[in-house]
T-cell receptor, first 117, second 113 residues
Framework: AQTVTQSQPEMSVQEAETVTLSCTYD???????LFWYKQPPSRQMILVIR??????QNATENRFSVNFQKAAKSFSLKISDSQLGDAAMYFC??????????????FGQGTILTVHP | DAGITQSPRYKITETGRQVTLMCHQT?????MFWYRQDLGHGLRLIYY???????DKGEVPDGYVVSRSKTENFPLTLESATRSQTSVYFC????????????FGSGTQLSVL
């Protein structure tokens, strides 16, 4: 079964600094997507960034970028110029589609990010 | 307002009782999902649906029942609640399945005493 692993239960960063959250996954697929979701204290799940595996270029959304290493099955999230509003739980997710056009989105265990002023 | 809404936001029940969590979306998205969130496990898929009258099991379906008679509604029923079903439940929808962005509801925090 495909798995998604976030090995850092908690991380902390100083405001304006950079932090990287790690994620590894296991798959036999060659074409797939990867996601990072953010869950602030409000509990609302918010999509941060999406990476398409067939694209060589790492995805970027403003201060958020990924380091996607397909061979290593690694998908880390880099947050630059961290802000207090970035404090949240972050989930890495992999769509376990199994060849169908829809399927099971498997989430990692989550990483709680604390931002210190 | 358009979007995906869950009700109730909080629910306390007793073991053995039947509980139904509601989910309604106004976008006419084809795909809908139910997840439960537990510390240390992230979100785990309970059931999903590709369209009205089409549902399928996810990773942790035991003890749950779903139906989708209309595209916009996807209720989740706990037939006989157990303490292990204490969790936060999220409903989500998407246009084209899991390759696209999921839109989440605000969750239902369920406590089974």
């Amino acid at each position: 079964a495909q798995t998604v692993t976030q090995s850092q239960p908690e991380m902390s960063v100083q405001e304006a600094e950079t932090v990287t959250l790690s994620c590894t996954y296991d798959t036999s697929e060659s074409d797939y997507y990867l996601f990072w979701y953010k869950q602030p204290p409000s509990r609302q799940m918010i999509l941060v960034i999406r990476q398409e595996a067939y694209k060589q270029q790492n995805a970027t959304e403003n201060r958020f970028s990924v380091n996607f290493q397909k061979a290593a099955k690694s998908f880390s999230l880099k947050i630059s110029d961290s802000q207090l509003g970035d404090a949240a739980m972050y989930f890495c997710a992999y769509p376990n589609a199994g060849g169908t056009s829809y399927g099971k989105l498997t989430f990692g265990q989550g990483t709680i990010l604390t931002v210190h002023p | 307002d358009a979007g995906i809404t869950q009700s109730p936001r909080y629910k306390i029940t007793e073991t053995g009782r039947q509980v139904t969590l509601m989910c309604h979306q106004t976008w006419s998205h084809s795909y809908m999902f139910w997840y439960r969130q537990d510390l240390g496990h992230g979100l785990r898929l309970i059931y999903y649906s590709a369209a009205a009258d089409i549902t399928d099991k996810g990773e942790v379906p035991d003890g749950y029942v779903v139906s989708r008679s209309k595209t916009e509604n996807f209720p989740l029923t706990l037939e006989s609640a157990t303490r292990s079903q204490t969790s936060v439940y999220f409903c989500a929808s998407s246009v084209e399945g899991v390759h696209e962005k999921l839109f989440f509801g605000s969750g239902t925090q369920l406590s089974v005493l």
